[in-house]
């Protein structure tokens, strides 16, 4: 069973930066497009940004396109969310996952890791 582990979360200030790293076990890490999500208190979770197996395409949810930049190494099992330019809207609980497809995607993993908190004050 693959185990995702979020870390990197924490307090910023309005404009800050914050970068979010996923931890995947097992061997068929690369074998997936991967997601980023987040659940702000109230709210569905969405999806954020994908990329796919190789880490050659990309993909923004509007609402952090420009800011966001979504990465992976699949030497490490890793997958990683700058995030620049923070807003208090991003303010969320931000977690990764395989997903079908990197373009706007829904999550293939029927469970979910502890996510990481991402709070920005304004």
């Known amino acids: 069973q693959v185990q995702l582990v979020e870390s990197g979360g924490g307090l910023v200030q309005a404009g800050g930066s914050l970068r979010l790293s996923c931890a995947a076990s097992?061997?068929?890490?690369?074998?997936?497009?991967m997601g980023w999500f987040r659940q702000a208190p109230g709210k569905e979770r969405e999806f954020v940004a994908g990329?796919?197996?190789?880490?050659?395409?990309?993909y923004y949810a509007d609402s952090v396109k420009g800011r966001f930049t979504i990465s992976r190494d699949n030497a490490k099992n890793t997958v990683y969310l700058q995030m620049n330019s923070l807003k208090p809207e991003d303010t969320a609980v931000y977690y990764c996952n395989a997903v079908n497809r990197h373009i706007n995607g829904t999550s293939l993993l029927p469970y979910w890791g502890q996510g990481t908190q991402v709070t920005v004050s304004s």
């Open positions: 097992g061997r068929t890490f690369s074998s997936y497009p």
């Open positions: 990329i796919s197996k190789s880490g050659g395409s990309t």
